[in-house]
């Protein structure tokens, strides 16, 4: 880059980048003639301030899970002060609840609605930069195991109990059964002198 200025100017630059200063000189009426050489006289007031700046680095990008999604991304070589900016590239754009503060977007309610590409752009008057993140939501294994597992202990609970219900019920009727039948063998068989025959009877009381 060259620059040639008639006055004070302030220069924002990147690390790296050719810059050449150009001084010119103006001639008037007293210098015309004969001189063995020419002095020239700079006014140390006139000053043209140079602002070398940092290219922001490729930005880092991480997520803080929970309830909550918090995405950040960082620069970690640049020039203060710098300007984050946040888009959604698919999945509509970004929710109108979410939080924008410097390199952080919270979302504060974290759905499946919110999935989709996000970017997060880093920039400096210098150079830019930018990294992409696909959020997708998803439910966290220990979540799905303890859903899974009291699933599973409820349909135990109510199931044994009626296995057991099931299997007094059947034992009482085979019970109740075999005195029956017994019975009826008695009673055709000729009772002893002296004895009368009795009937017996079974009663199976059963709780529910």
């Known amino acids: 880059m060259k620059v040639t200025s008639s006055g004070p100017q302030t220069l924002q630059m990147a690390q790296g980048d050719p810059v050449t200063l150009d001084c010119t000189y103006t001639s008037s009426q007293a210098d015309i ?53 946040w888009r959604r590239e698919s999945g509509g754009s970004i929710p109108p609840d979410a939080f924008q503060s410097k390199g952080e977007l919270l979302i504060s309610n974290h759905s499946v609605s919110h999935s989709g590409v996000y970017s997060c752009a880093v920039s400096i008057a210098v150079g830019k930069e930018s990294c992409r993140l696909h959020l997708q939501s998803l439910m966290p294994p220990k979540r799905a195991g303890v859903i899974t597992g009291t699933i599973v202990g409820c349909l135990l609970i109510i199931m044994i109990p009626l296995i057991i219900i099931w299997l007094i019920i059947l034992k009482c009727n085979w019970n109740q059964h075999e005195k029956e039948f017994s019975n009826e063998i008695r009673e055709d068989a000729p009772a002893p002198s002296g004895i009368q025959p009795t009937g017996i009877k079974m009663f199976c009381l059963v709780i529910m």
Do not use: H, Q
């Open 33 to 85: 003639g004969d001189c063995d050489g020419i002095e020239l006289i700079v006014n140390a007031k006139i000053v043209s301030p140079l602002f070398v700046a940092v290219r922001p680095s490729v930005p880092t990008f991480w997520v803080d899970g929970g309830e909550a999604a918090s995405l950040r991304c960082r620069s970690d070589e640049r020039t203060v002060p710098l300007l984050y900016s």
